[in-house]
C-alpha cells in the first residue's frame, strides 16, 4: 500500500485514522482531519478502525453548526485550522501516558530528540471540560501557542502537522515523549541543551514525514496480517 500526499484527501485522512487505531493511540474515541481548501476532511463519530474514505464528512471551515455524523470535538479543529493557516491536518487520540501528564504537570521540555519535533515544550490544557463547543475549541487553540501538539488535561491530546500521516507520527512523538517524561521526572536528567533542541527541530521537515510514512505501512501490514 503506498501512502502519498497525492492520494484524495479522504483517503489520507481515513488511513490515518486506521493506523491510529491499530497503534493503539485511540479507543473508541479520537478522530482525524485535513484541509482541502475552504473545508476540513474529517472523521465521523465512530471506531477510527473502522473508518473508510466514503464515511469521511466535509465542514467548512467557516462553519457555524456542524453537520450530521460529525464528533462534536470538531470545533476544536476548526479554530486550529483558523488559527494556523499553515497546519494541513489535525489527530485527535488518547495516549495513556499523556493522561498521566496532563494530571502531574503544566508543560513538559522535549524527552529525547523527536521529541524537540514537537516544540520548545508541549503546554497542558488546564481544563477536563470536553471541546464540544466553538467557544471551547477558540481557547484550546490559543492555548497550543507555538508547539505541534497539546496535551488535554484528563482527555488525551491533539496534534496538527502538514498532512494526515504526518500528525499521525506528531501524535506517536507525543506519546513517546509522555511516556519518557514520566518514567524520568524523578531523576536527575540532563536537560536538553538549546544547541541539541534546534539541531533535532532543523531535520522535523525532513525525517518527521518518513516517521509518518512509516507508522501508516507498519500498521498496514499488522491489519493484514490479522
Known sequence: ?????????????????????????????????????????????????????????????????????????????????????????????????????????????????????????????PSALLVREADRGLRLAEAIGASDALILRGNGAITMAADPATAVATMSVLAAACTVWLETRDAPVAAMSAEEVRSWQAVKHELLPRLGAHLLRKAATTRAAR
Do not use: K
Open 1 to 125: 500500500m503506498s501512502f502519498s500526499t497525492t492520494q484524495p484527501i479522504e483517503v489520507q485522512v481515513s488511513d490515518a485514522a486506521r493506523a491510529m487505531a491499530t497503534m493503539g493511540l485511540v479507543d473508541a474515541f479520537g478522530h482525524v482531519s485535513a484541509r482541502e481548501f475552504g473545508h476540513m476532511v474529517i472523521t465521523p463519530a465512530a471506531d477510527l478502525e473502522t473508518v473508510e474514505a466514503s464515511n469521511c464528512i466535509r465542514v467548512p471551515l467557516n462553519a457555524t453548526s456542524l453537520p450530521p455524523g460529525c464528533p462534536a470535538e470538531a470545533w476544536a479543529h476548526l479554530a486550529l485550522y483558523h488559527r494556523f493557516p499553515a497546519t494541513g491536518a489535525i489527530a485527535r487520540a488518547q495516549p495513556a501516558a499523556s493522561l498521566a501528564v496532563g494530571m502531574l504537570a503544566d508543560r513538559i521540555a522535549p524527552t529525547h530528540g523527536q521529541a524537540c519535533w514537537l516544540g520548545d515544550s508541549v503546554p497542558v490544557y
